[in-house]
Structure formats: structure tokens, C-alpha cells
């Protein structure tokens, strides 16, 4: 299989190229900045410069490739300002956008047979109660929020949903935190190795989380079984109040989780980011388990393990 693939340089596009390399498969990863995809990335893949906001001769790579991953984007861990949402925005939806549009100008016979595209579970509605956060489990029937992120993962999705007219299946994983070496966990553990770790907040709120190692063999099966269509929720089946996740984080690093970090302290920090660490949505794998995906880390302290 000739794959192409974004954000291939990433903490989950890394190892979904590495997974790519170790099947056989050919790999083209679409850069920003080609030598250092390449040096990054090893010989055995081709990495091709792309601004991916703009058309192209990047779009060339696209022809007669068997699947597209798309996964780039501006990172989002950072403070935003005007500025900062915009390119978090335009880094996925324009960007969506002209890649659909570069499928569509190919011959039929040219075109990849699937387009596997990022979201996150931040689609949906957060919870809005702060002392009594919602239990009912979100699945992929549920409709999108209207927070800033929610909007983003919207239009992210309807531009890519465009392909789908043109015959090319069309998956949308709508993804938690993802945890392994590295990533977002290793903010968090910063402050638990210090000895002042804990959780954020009132704690209540839902983390809706999955092991890098469930994410790449997700991605690697939806390339592969065409039973993988539309929107599917790429989370662990076990969901955790962040309370227990700061807990069992602690007690994978062997330090206390006593230290709360208050919310009007982390927003002073974060800014409106923090919104989105303060809250959550109970996020379950419906269609992961319908498909009969077998995780290799269902359980938290099993993934926590592995990091």
C-alpha cells in the first residue's frame, strides 16, 4: 500500500509511519520542512515540502496513492490569542479543504480509496454543570458543541466528509488525550516528578483518554477494513473523572497527587485554553467495539504502565 500522510513528524503520526514501515507499506510524508520529515523520519521515506493551506505541487504526491492520513495541525497545548486560533483553525480546515479539493481534480482511477482524517472529542458538547458533571456516555450519534474547538472539529470533518462523493471512504477519528512516552503526559507528569502534582479543578470532570499504541493500530485498521466509515470515537473503553486519572498518574510515577491545581488558577495560566481542561464529556468507543477492535491497553493503569 502507497500511503500518504500528514503530520507524519508528530507524536502519533511518528508512530503510525513507523507501524506503515514495518508492514511493508510505501510511505510519502507531505511537510512543512522536507530534510527534517526526512532525517526525522529515515531513508525509506519519501517526504515531499507541502503548505498544505495552499494548492500545490505537493498535490502531485496524491496521485495513485492507495490512502491519505491526515493529520496535521497546529498544536493547540499553547495560550491563544486571535492569532493562535486562527492558525488552529486554517492548520485543519483549510487545509482539509484544499487536500479534498486536490482528490477531486484527480482522474478517478487516481484516486486514494480512503482518507482517514483527524478530529478530537472536543466536537462534542462539554459538560456544563461544574459540580454534577454529566454520566451519560457520548457515542458517535451525539451532535457537535459550539464551543471554539467544537466548531473547528465540525468543519474540519465537513471538509473532509466532501471526499466522499468522490468515492473515497472517508474516516473521522475524533480523538481523546493520548497517552505514551512523551506527548501530553509528559506536561502532566512534570509537576507529580516535582512532588507537586494533582488534579485540575474540581477533579469531577470526565478525561476521555487512549494509549499511542491503540491510536496507531485504529489508524492502521481503518486503512484496512472498509467496515471503518464515517465518525469514530478513538478512546479507551474506560473513561476517567480526572480526580482518579491525577490518582492513578500519581501512582504510576510513584508520587503523591495531593497538590489541586484551583480553576481560576489554571486559567490566569492558560487563558481560555483552560476551558478545556476544566471540563469533559464521557466519551465511549461505540463503533471501535462494533468493529470487534481489540485494545491492547483497555484500562488506565495499564496504558499508564506502558508510558
Known amino acids: 500500500m502507497r500511503v500518504v500522510i500528514t503530520g507524519a513528524t508528530g ?48 498535490q502531485d504526491a ?26 488552529i483553525r486554517d492548520s485543519r480546515v483549510e487545509s482539509t479543504r484544499v487536500l479534498v479539493e486536490a482528490l477531486a481534480a484527480l482522474p478517478e482511477a487516481a484516486r486514494p480509496r480512503v482518507l482517514v482524517v483527524a478530529s ?27 464551543s471554539f474547538l467544537a466548531r473547528v472539529c465540525r468543519d ?60 496507531v493500530a485504529a489508524y492502521l485498521a481503518a486503512l484496512d477494513d472498509p467496515c471503518y466509515d464515517g465518525a469514530i470515537n478513538l478512546v479507551a473503553p474506560e473513561p476517567a473523572r480526572a480526580r482518579a486519572f491525577a490518582a492513578a498518574l500519581g501512582r504510576a510515577l510513584r508520587r503523591p497527587a495531593w497538590l489541586p491545581v484551583p480553576g481560576f488558577a489554571l486559567r490566569v495560566a492558560a487563558g481560555e485554553a483552560a476551558e478545556y481542561l476544566l471540563t469533559g464529556r464521557k466519551v465511549v468507543p461505540r463503533a471501535l467495539l462494533a468493529h470487534g477492535f481489540a485494545f491492547r491497553y483497555p484500562t488506565l493503569a495499564a496504558a499508564l504502565a506502558a508510558t
Open 156 to 215: 474540519w470533518e465537513a471538509e473532509a466528509a466532501a471526499a466522499a462523493p468522490l468515492g473515497v471512504r472517508v474516516v473521522r477519528m475524533r480523538t481523546g488525550m493520548v497517552l505514551g512516552p512523551g506527548g501530553a503526559l509528559a506536561r502532566l507528569a512534570g509537576p507529580f516528578k516535582a512532588f507537586v502534582g494533582g488534579r485540575l479543578g474540581s477533579g469531577r470532570q470526565w478525561v476521555s483518554w487512549i494509549h499511542r499504541d491503540d491510536v
Open 11 to 58: 507524536f502519533v503520526g511518528a508512530a503510525i509511519v513507523a507501524a506503515l514501515r514495518a508492514r511493508g507499506d510505501a510511505v510519502v510524508a507531505l511537510s512543512r520542512d522536507a530534510d527534517r520529515a526526512r532525517s526525522a523520519l529515515g531513508a525509506g521515506v519519501e517526504a515531499v515540502a507541502a503548505e498544505l493551506e495552499t494548492p500545490g505541487s505537493w
Open 120 to 146: 478530537g472529542v472536543d466536537y462534542y458538547p462539554p459538560a456544563t454543570d461544574v459540580t454534577d458533571f454529566d454520566d451519560d456516555d457520548v457515542t458517535e450519534a451525539d451532535a457537535p458543541g459550539d
Open 62 to 87: 496524491l496521485r495513485g496513492a492507495d490512502a491519505v492520513l491526515h493529520l496535521a495541525g497546529e498544536p493547540i497545548g499553547q495560550r491563544w490569542d486571535a492569532r493562535v486560533k486562527q492558525r
